[in-house]
């Protein structure tokens, strides 16, 4: 009895992590929107297409993600980007940055 409680409590926990990494994904598809990142940027074909994201969570760690959204300057600096222009530096709430570095963790070709 106990050990059918314990499974299935753990399997409620992993449904609710599942739902809750979608919902951040989710989450920072719309921060992408609402920041206007495919001004710059696209994803499947829509957007700016000199600034192609659709294999960024294969090449980049969810720490350079983040750094890029926060520190854009220093990772210019950082990676020798010849990018023009330069991509600015963001000041969103931890959880948008946090959402938004989940969602394009997703993005892989």
Request: proline share 3%.
């Amino acid at each position: 009895m106990l050990r059918s409680f314990i499974l299935a409590a753990a399997a409620l926990v992993l449904v609710a992590n599942v739902a809750s990494a979608q919902d951040k994904v989710a989450r920072g598809a719309a921060v992408y929107a609402e920041q206007k990142c495919q001004l710059c940027h696209s994803v499947a074909g829509k957007g700016n297409v000199k600034g192609p994201l659709d294999a960024v969570g294969t090449k980049l760690s969810a720490a350079d993600l983040k750094a890029w959204i926060v520190d854009a300057k220093g990772m210019t600096v950082k990676t020798k980007s010849t990018r023009k222009p330069d991509m600015k530096n963001y000041t969103l709430p931890d959880g948008d940055v946090d959402a938004l570095v989940a969602y394009m963790a997703t993005l892989k070709k």
